[in-house]
């Protein structure tokens, strides 16, 4: 009467656990990814980028009326290394050691005619600015503000006995070039050509290879922020943010370049983090295989007579839970063999420790036997329970390292300016959602990057 009691409790118990159930699947949440970078340039660097691409001649006037019916022809150049200095978090201070060469002499007529001498010029003078620059959601570069503080030296000379300051003259033409060419162009130098060779590195779609399978991953910006200021005394600082969505690719569909960038938005966020979600799946045959492996030689005993041995496992979704059918063995110590299929659910869970995927909150039901594989499963179901809980588990080692590997090596970089390194990135599963294909798995990366500037 005991058993047929306990026999009957299992029954009741188990109606509501149908492996035939058709019960809705969780939404997949879309994996989104956020990288947010303090950045400090320091000056010398600055500097160093700045006469790397300023250019030797600024500019050349011809015929410039002096008075006194006399006339020049300049050429301003560039006459050394510039320095930079920031006077507070906004404005610039800059030294532009300037080169000025050229001739000057009468004008065309009169004594022109009969005195053909001309008065060659070259002085030097550094001529210290101020300028407030502006980073443009364009991508370019603007100077909506421009001080000429200080000539830096007089520019004079003797003509036909004739003294002449032409300091006055030179500042004029300083101005003047500001305006045409400085302060009426929001769009005065380009960043993106030097933005886009990192972003084409650290964009450019990979693959990632997972438990012998290659996967496709690329980054599809739709948010890039940045704040900048200057730091006196120290360099230019950035807050740079970075949102978009990684996407998952077949193999023989991986995109070649990495996606355009988007406009730049206002940047409020000062940390160093990095936040990448990544989608991935095991499908269902790839489960199958990796829970198979983990029951080698597993017997579980049902009584004093029989003991269970898993043969084959089939997993599936059973709505917000993973379904697992588990054929069978109860082998008796006289060589009697049952045949019988378990039907298991439970909530996949993450261990961090062993870095794998373990069911937990176990059920299960027996699918169909024979009346002693029926009395045994419920006699002994709390040890099977026990046991099947400590052996159903799916690894993740390889899956975590081969994007870690795969990460750390896309978002290092090293250009002539800069090495960026990722520092602590550690990468954990965010969930486990069931699909009809198979277990989703979208995994988080965090980490903090380290800048060494040259």
Known sequence: MVIFGIFLTGLSACKTLDPAASLPLPTVPSTRSEVNVPVEIPFSTLSRVVNGIAPAVL????????????????????NGEIQLRGLDQQRLEVIFPLKIQGEVGLKPGGIRNLLQTKVPISSNL????????????????GIPE??????????????????????????????????????????????????EPVWNQLGKPMLVEVEGRKIGLSILPDSLKIREYLLPGKGLHLDLGFEGQVQIHPVAALPTLAFPLPKISPN??????????????????????LIQNSFVGLSIPLNKNYRLQPTQFRTQ?????????????????????????????????????????RVEDL?????????????????????????????????????????????EERLSLETPWVKVSIQDLQIVPLGFYP????????????????????
């Open 59 to 78: 500019f050349r006037q011809r015929g410039v009326d002096l008075g006194n019916g006399l006339v020049g022809d300049f050429v301003f150049s560039r």
């Open 126 to 141: 550094e001529p210290v600015f101020v300028i407030n620059p502006e980073l443009q959601p364009n991508w370019y570069l």
């Open 146 to 195: 421009f001080e000429l503080l200080d000539l830096g030296g007089r520019l004079t000379l003797s003509v036909l006995g004739i003294e002449l300051d032409l300091s006055a003259l030179v500042r004029q033409e300083i101005r003047r070039y500001a305006d045409q060419e400085i302060l009426s162009k929001s769009n005065l130098l380009p960043l993106k050509p030097w933005i």
């Open 268 to 289: 409020t966020n000062a940390s160093n983090r990095i936040a990448l979600q990544l989608p991935f799946a095991f499908n269902y045959l790839e489960m199958d295989a």
């Open 317 to 357: 979704a059973y709505g917000e839970r993973l379904g697992i059918t588990v054929s069978f063995n109860a082998v008796s110590y006289q060589g009697d063999t049952l045949t019988g299929e378990l039907f298991l659910v439970g909530k996949p869970l993450y261990d961090p420790t062993a870095r794998e995927i």
């Open 363 to 407: 059920d299960f039901v027996l699918k169909n036997g024979s009346t002693k594989a029926v009395l045994g499963t419920l006699i002994k179901k709390g040890k099977i329970r026990r046991q099947l809980t400590q052996r159903i588990k799916i690894p993740m080692g390889e899956t975590l390292s081969a994007n870690r590997n795969g990460l």
């Open 435 to 454: 699909t009809p294909t198979g277990l989703a798995i979208p995994l988080q990366a965090t980490g903090i990057t380290a800048i060494q500037w040259k």
